[in-house]
């Protein structure tokens, strides 16, 4: 039997968790018990065998036998799901061979029956299992009984011994009464303080997931269904609240708005960030036109509503379609810019300035770009957890090997390119822990 950890104890009920404690512990003991018992009855039949006492070796055999199994099955799961049941039997057949061996000890035998009442005191058992067993142990001890095995002609051990051995059993049965309260209530002072702090855990456990349902909630269900172009998207947050992300605004048929932002470090203080930006960006939805504008006016919320400490990356974009081709205005508070992939041209550029992050109390100055799109044209929009991932060996993903997984499906569907992308990432990051959270958006114009 394992000894349970105390980690293991706190998820379970009270008494449980007292019950599991003891029989750990008197498993301990009883291992001892079981070995000393071994020599014991080896030597017990040894004798029964030279005097020819055959009742008594009958029983020494049947005690020998049992406690051989025992030792043998201890590692077994009945063994565990029954213990307190067996060690009860084995006490009770412990009084048994107590019996025989006062029908053949010198005087009246009574003697060898003081054994058990301090053997008792090493257990932690339960006040009617303890009760019980002192008393078939006081029964068993001045039942009258001969070596013929009838009563009738057996006489009652003398009053001074049935005395004597009454006093042990009841000062050992109150020593073992309060040896257990003692060490039931110092079990439970430590149990309850940690099961105060699993139940903690617990619920801060249940806190952050809830957590991240809502902030997996605010995340786009499914990119808007628009004629002319495509969206595919990923987040991976590296903990159990992100600190990553992205949106769509459809403006009208032909105008869309894309926001993905990242705000310092991950965990529920960036989730919390995160969505008073969303919720600014759903105020401010008429205003995503002009990028600049809502740049501005989601700094001037960052400030206020964080400390200096905390601080947005966020790129908002302007897609509109006109005819047959069609341009994307951005700006950039700090964000890594877009890649853009040019289907007429076949190479990559990043468009989107540097500008302070939202929140950093310095002057910021976001500036507008602009720029064609045409048919096959791509947009890769993506959080710096992307680039900035390690492997094992401590390289990072980078911008070259980036835009290189971009290129190799550049021909294909939006999703193409964001499986091909978080497909090359998987294989360069190998077994390597996820240090931030990954966002990764691609637009293609059809």
Known sequence: MKAPTLDELVLLPETLAVQRHFDARNYRVFRWL???????LLAAIGAALQHGWYVSLAVHVLALLATMALIAARQAQVYETWFRQILLCYLGLGLVVLKMLSLHAE???????????????FFRLRVVEELSLFFALWVAAVLPFTRQGWLSGAALPPLSEVTALSVTAALCLAATAIFTQIEKRRFLAGWRKEHARARERERMREEIDMARRIQLSMLPQSPPDLPWIELAAASLPATEVGGDYYDYFRLSPSRLAVAI??????GLASGLVLS?????LYLLEEELAVPVTVLCRLNHMVRRTTDRRTYVTLLCALLEREGGSGTVTLASAGHPPVLHYSARAGRCERVGKGAPPL???????YVTESRPLLPRDLL????????????????DYGDARFERAVLRAAGGSARDVRDSVLGDLAN??????????????????R
């Open 359 to 365: 929140g950093t109390f310095l002057e910021a100055a």
């Open 261 to 266: 932002g990242d705000v310092a470090g991950h």
């Open 276 to 280: 008073g930006v969303r919720s600014c």
């Open 380 to 395: 890769v929009f993506y959080s710096d957890g992307l680039v900035e991932s390690r492997n094992a060996q401590g390289q």
């Open 428 to 445: 360069f990051k190998g077994d390597a822990e996820q240090g931030d959270d990954i966002t990764l958006v691609v637009a293609r114009i």
């Open 107 to 121: 005087g009246d035998g009574l003697g060898v029956f003081f054994v058990l009442p301090f053997a008792l005191l």
């Open 34 to 40: 079981l070995g000393l018992d071994l020599l014991c």
